[in-house]
């Protein structure tokens, strides 16, 4: 089991010169071989230098901080085999005890009776929050942050206490000893203690989350920038192509750059709208669709509310809304109806045109599922279309008081 | 359309009114037109019509003054409103001195016809512009009224007016409500009476400040 061949190890990791990885095959956690492995030792020899060290106390904490630093062999989405890598850390929570145990035994100078509950006690709990952090690593514990899993949140907490027992208990002992070395010991007792506690969760917040939120921020800029281009730049040149006018095309098409480079280039509607009231916002978005597609539209705007980044998105999608009534129903005349009430806002666009069959949208339309539906999605609100052919149609948006921020 | 109710039509543009005129077509019995106050007075005493087409805006003064100058002379004549003016203030002021609806100039002929038969057979007539005015004026958030009987809507009539500001037409809202159009008519007639005997003095102040669209 630790002979495996090292060098079919070093092909399997990419970053075999940054940080180090835990070793698939180790012994207890793979910390030991993988230390060797990257500094090109002997594996044998690490872990003596670190039963040796865990006789003073320190070894433990070396041991558990190499833990926590090294990357984990398995990819986040391939860990899997969780019952694995939980009995390893049940395993190393045992083997401390035993060492601890054995220790108090052997009325060693570096280790007396005192110390055995307090070290016994931070190593149950650092076996339990070890556990949330691997949960952690399979997706789990961004939502154990967000208090959404029961389980996990009580596993940190009961991690908390049996931590806090063992500082707890150190710090008594402490007391009665009060000579320099014996407090200087209950400094590194309690920094250990809390380390070991919040270690794993610092850890998993600064890596794993930041990776997940690097991602959705990703996926939205690419949604925000889809669905500006469709709106903009697709619906212009749709424009173009269905006049018979140069002079109109070649207006259309400056129009289209010059917005085009502004929102490249200077990216307004990211700031806060402090100057803008909700019906002056959609009162812009309704003339602008007014003039470009000559359907006029009738807008009604009732109550409202601080207008943010989302409100801004809601209106970018009542725009579409609008766009799509104007180019597809055929109808003379369109309605919106915007309400806000206490940080709530509804907006109808409804036409009396051609209707449709929300059913039988083409996947290449991304008109209703980027530039409204995901749109809506995106800021926390929803969207809902109804028509039917000859009917009409009506798109109803709602932007909820209670939201995620916007993008 | 077998009736026609006689119309005089009241605006100070001269294009305005034969446009209205042409649009409007067979459906009414145009009788009289005039282009300011003490004209528009004038006809419509003379002529005795059924409905007024009245501008919110004369050279001399709002739609408002003619409605009270003829009411004054007992004059029976119903008033529509018929404006480009969205200003809140002028809505309101229109509809507190009596008119019977407001219709924005956008309306097409055979609406504006209809509204005003409507009118003539003494309904309200809602456009959804006045029906989010009336939304926002009797917003739920309003100090408690003086009199709750007037100064507030009913649940079933908010809920009329939020589909007529949506660009539902009568029908269309009794088929959504699932009541009778008739049943419509009432809530309607019910909230034009609370808007303009409503005694909330916030109406008022609400409406000159309110730059809603």
């Known amino acids: 089991m630790t002979d495996t061949n090292p060098s079919l190890q070093f092909s399997a990791s990419p970053h075999r010169f940054g940080r180090p990885a835990r070793a698939a095959d180790g012994l207890l956690t793979g910390v030991s071989a993988g230390l060797a492995r990257r500094f090109f030792l002997e594996t044998t020899l690490v872990r003596l230098a670190f039963v040796t060290l865990a006789l003073t106390g320190v070894g433990v904490i070396f041991y558990v901080g190499a833990f926590l630093l090294m990357r984990s062999t398995e990819p986040v989405e391939m860990a899997d085999d969780w019952p694995t890598e939980n009995s390893k850390v049940l395993g190393l929570a045992l083997l401390v005890w035993g060492l601890v145990v054995l220790l108090g035994r052997t009325d060693s100078s570096l280790i007396v009776d005192e110390y055995i509950w307090p070290v016994l006690l931070v190593s149950a709990g650092f076996g339990v929050v070890s ?55 209950v400094v590194l007792f309690v920094v250990g203690g809390l380390a070991l506690v919040f270690g794993p969760w610092i850890y998993v917040l600064l890596t794993d989350l930041a990776d997940e939120r690097r991602k959705r921020v990703r996926a939205d800029e690419r949604a925000d920038l889809a669905a500006h281009l469709h709106d903009s730049v697709l619906q212009t040149l749709a424009l173009i192509q269905r006049t018979d006018d140069p002079f109109e095309a070649a207006s259309l098409a400056r129009r289209q750059e010059r917005e085009l480079r502004s929102w490249l280039y200077a990216r307004p509607e ?109 800021i926390g609100g929803e969207s809902t279309i109804t028509s039917a052919p000859g009917e009409g149609a009506e798109v109803y948006l709602i932007l909820p008081a209670q939201r995620k921020a916007a993008s | 359309m077998s009736w026609q109710p006689r119309v005089v039509i009241v605006d100070d543009h001269e294009l305005v009114r034969s446009g209205v005129r042409t649009s409007l077509g067979d459906a ?50 119903k008033f529509l409103a018929l404006s480009v003016s969205d200003a809140a203030e002028d809505v309101i002021g229109v509809v507190r001195a009596g008119a019977r609806g407001y ?90 009476r609370k808007l303009q005997l409503s005694n909330r003095h916030q109406l008022t102040t609400w409406a000159a400040k309110r730059k809603i669209v």
């Open chain 1, 131 to 185: 556990w949330q952090l691997g949960d952690g690593r399979r997706g789990q514990f961004s939502s154990a942050m967000q208090g959404d899993s029961r389980y996990g949140t009580l596993r940190i907490i009961a991690g908390g206490l049996i931590v806090a027992g063992g500082i707890g208990s150190a710090l008594l002992t402490e007391m009665s000893l009060s000579t320099l070395g014996g407090s200087l010991f």
């Open chain 2, 28 to 77: 009414v019995h145009v009788v009289g037109e005039a282009g300011d106050i003490a004209e528009a007075v004038d006809v419509i005493l003379d002529t005795n019509p059924d409905v007024v087409l009245l501008d919110v805006h004369l050279p001399s003064g709002t739609g408002g003054s003619v409605i009270t100058q003829v009411a004054a002379e007992g004059n029976e004549a």
């Open chain 1, 270 to 378: 990211s700031f806060v709208h402090t100057d803008v009231d909700l019906v002056t916002l959609f009162e812009s978005a309704v003339s602008d669709v007014e003039e470009r597609h000559r359907v006029p539209i009738e807008l009604v705007v009732v109550g409202d509310v601080p207008v943010d980044d989302s409100v801004v998105t809601l209106a970018k999608a009542a725009r579409e809304a609008m766009v799509n009534a104007s180019k597809f129903s055929g109808s003379s005349q369109i309605s919106v109806f915007v309400e806000g009430d206490e940080g709530q806002v509804e907006v109808w666009v409804r036409d009396r045109g051609a209707g449709f069959d929300p059913g039988l949208i083409g996947k290449d339309r991304r008109g209703i599922r980027d530039s409204i539906v995901r749109r809506m999605k995106r």
């Open chain 2, 103 to 192: 219709v924005t100039k956008t309306i097409n002929g055979d609406e504006l016809a209809s509204a005003i038969v409507r009118v003539a057979e003494g309904d309200a007539v809602f456009s959804p512009r006045l029906a989010g005015f009336v939304l926002d004026a009797f917003a739920t958030s309003e100090p408690t009224p003086v009199d709750p009987e007037l100064d507030q809507l009913t649940n079933r009539e908010r809920e009329v007016m939020r589909l007529l500001a949506r660009g539902y037409a009568y029908k269309e809202v009794a088929a959504k409500l699932d009541i009778s159009v008739k049943t419509v008519e009432t809530h309607a007639s019910a909230v034009l």
